[in-house]
């Protein structure tokens, strides 16, 4: 099967960007440098295309209620404009996928969903549709999707792209009416640094590219840097830190789980999780030396394996090699002495926090 193109294909390729698959589609993994486009990102303002994503939107008069039914945080009764993060999960508490829930009024919602996951995403939640009266729409088509992220970001949305959002706080979001459509805005990323993340029709995501690249004020950034930086500051990628078998628990990110609120899919087995204890935790390593540990390493303890990387870099914005991995809970403890085995060599190391660099969000 071929893989998909985002409305930007044509515009990666132009600047000359390295192409490779990701989630079903062809996506430009670096332009200049990872490093480079990482630093622009952490000091000044990049731009990233994630018209990739998935978009679904959920409305009618059960939307509040069904939302709340398959996701695990806790939407209730919230205002508008507001934006969570949380998982779907299994009855068995495995992740179906990590996403954002924006309200964007009395009933409702627009999720944003991961690229690889959005067929099985959409058969799931709709899967789960009985004895709700709600309107499923599976918008992804639809929607293009870019990502402005950096210190400087504020000010390039409204004077490059005359965007005004600095009202905006984080995780909250707003439609703008411009050019005769109904845009979404929204202060969020996955970078670390404060940013925002526009939703509009193809060609509206094609104007805003070329202004922003024209303008000289934004580098464009692939999806290398997007995985340096989310990493760096502890924030999973599915696949990686999540999975059907790794469940929010496991992966320490039960604050995203509200499990005092009513029913929801795969709450008893959190419940339970939370209660007895999970068998193998996600937790960060950082390593003596260079070494680079890479996704899928052994992790050993006095010489027994006790897990396996999930992701792993020589951090861009420290210089240390660290990385994360899912191990036997036993092994979790901060301040436990691992080792990572790197080919036919291990190598000493220390469990850390997941953050291995401090985020920069604007409250």
């Not at 984080?170 to 845009?183: A, L, R």
């Not at 805003?208 to 690249?213: G, H, V």
């Not at 420290?318 to 036993?330: F, I, P, R, Y």
Request: a negative charge; charged letters at 25%.
């Amino acid at each position: 099967m071929e893989n998909k193109r985002t409305c930007l294909y044509d515009k990666h390729v132009a600047l000359g960007a390295l192409i490779s698959p990701f989630g079903g589609y062809d996506m430009p993994i670096q332009y200049s440098s990872i490093i480079d486009e990482h630093q622009a990102v952490r000091n000044h303002c990049g731009v990233f295309d994630v018209s990739h994503m998935g978009e679904v939107r959920i409305t009618g008069p059960d939307a509040e209620r069904y939302v709340n039914h398959i996701f695990t945080n806790d939407i209730t009764g919230a205002a508008d404009g507001k934006i969570f993060y949380g998982m779907m999960c299994y009855e068995n508490g495995g992740t179906v996928d990590d996403l954002l829930v924006y309200r964007m009024g009395e009933n409702d919602f627009f999720l944003v969903i991961n690229a690889a996951n959005i067929d099985k995403d959409v058969e799931w939640m709709r899967g789960h549709l009985e004895g709700f009266d709600v309107k499923f729409d599976h918008c992804s088509d639809y929607y293009g999707q870019i990502a402005v992220q950096g210190p400087e970001s504020e000010a390039v949305m409204e004077e490059v792209l005359q965007l005004k959002c600095s009202e905006l706080t984080f995780y909250t979001t707003k439609t703008i009416e411009v050019d005769g459509e109904t845009i979404i805005v929204s202060r969020t990323g996955y970078t670390g640094e404060d940013g925002f993340e526009i939703y509009g029709s193809h060609d509206f995501i094609r104007r805003q590219w070329d202004k922003l690249i024209d303008s000289g004020r934004c580098k464009p950034c692939g999806l290398g840097c997007r995985d340096t930086l989310r990493f760096e500051v502890g924030l999973p990628l599915y696949g990686d830190e999540l999975s059907a078998e790794i469940s929010p628990v496991m992966a320490g990110l039960s604050m995203f789980c509200k499990l005092d609120k009513p029913e929801f899919i795969g709450k008893d087995a959190l419940v339970q999780q939370k209660t007895e204890g999970v068998a193998r935790r996600v937790i960060g390593i950082e390593l003596e030396g260079k070494a680079i540990p890479r996704h899928g390493y052994p992790v050993l303890q006095d010489g027994k394996q006790v897990g396996e990387v999930t992701t792993g870099y020589n951090s861009i914005s420290t210089g240390k090699s660290v990385c994360m991995a899912l191990v036997d809970t036993a092994a979790s403890k901060l301040g436990t002495p691992l080792e990572v085995q790197i080919r036919k060599k291990t190598f000493p190391g220390v469990v850390v926090k997941k953050k291995f660099y401090d985020k920069h969000y604007k409250k």
